[in-house]
T-cell receptor, first 113, second 115 residues
Framework: SQKIEQNSEALNIQEGKTATLTCNYT??????LQWYRQDPGRGPVFLLL?????KEKRKERLKVTFDTTLKQSLFHITASQPADSATYLC????????????FGRGTSLIVHP | EAGVTQFPSHSVIEKGQTVTLRCDPI?????LYWYRRVMGKEIKFLLH????????ESGMPNNRFLAERTGGTYSTLKVQPAELEDSGVYFC?????????????FGPGTRLTVL
């Protein structure tokens, strides 16, 4: 069956360190993968999109990698800050070209000062 | 520029009652999407409008759910009659272009509780 797996356990790190979140998927062949941030009581906010032919994408302190062989994406936040604390959602295009993302359950990140 | 807004923010109703959720997308966005997150699960797609037309309603759970987007502006999602399993957070999102970057802008959600 198709699955998108994100670590359900919260990731706790110290301010200034690099946070790395993982998204694994099975039985999908996505054309792209997205990462969103969600704060309590709010809707998801789009952060980055990476396409299947891109290995890595960066935006300020964020870096996303996409390995279609391993069926995995890694999301990095460098020099993390307490304000980065939130739930991060991975979403992928389920059918290679669809415009409707399929979401994972998200991983909570807590950055301690 | 105003973002996507949703009304109400919370709704508590009894099983069998009717509830109507409203979404106002970002002005000029032709694409409007409804999603739902049931507690403990992932956000799931319900349906997609392009202007006033339903482009994809494959995620609608059953015929108790009716979505409309008259005039291609705001949208409503009506649940009639509501059941316990309809409880969750309903998100609306809009986008300018479904191709390319496909950046969807989400509203804050409506938390629906069916007792």
């Amino acid at each position: 069956s198709q699955k998108i797996e994100q670590n359900s356990e919260a990731l706790n790190i110290q301010e200034g360190k690099t946070a790395t979140l993982t998204c694994n998927y099975t039985n999908y062949s996505p054309a792209y993968l997205q990462w969103y941030r969600q704060d309590p009581g709010r809707g998801p906010v789009f952060l980055l999109l990476i396409r299947e032919n891109e290995k890595e994408k960066r935006k300020e302190r964020l870096k996303v990698t996409f390995d279609t062989t391993l069926k995995q994406s890694l999301f990095h936040i460098t020099a993390s800050q307490p304000a980065d604390s939130a739930t991060y959602l991975c979403a992928l295009d389920p059918s290679g070209g669809s415009y409707i993302p399929t979401f994972g359950r998200g991983t909570s990140l807590i950055v301690h000062p | 520029e105003a973002g996507v807004t949703q009304f109400p923010s919370h709704s508590v109703i009894e099983k069998g009652q009717t509830v109507t959720l409203r979404c106002d997308p970002i002005s000029g966005h032709d694409n409007l999407y409804w999603y739902r997150r049931v507690m403990g699960k992932e956000i799931k797609f319900l349906l997609h409008f392009v202007k006033e037309s339903k482009q994809d309603e494959s995620g609608m759970p059953n015929n108790r759910f009716l979505a409309e987007r008259t005039g291609g502006t705001y949208s409503t999602l009506k649940v009639q009659p509501a059941e316990l399993e309809d409880s969750g957070v309903y998100f609306c999102a809009s986008s300018q272009d479904r191709r390319g970057n496909n950046e969807q802008f989400f509203g804050p959600g409506t938390r629906l509780t069916v007792l």
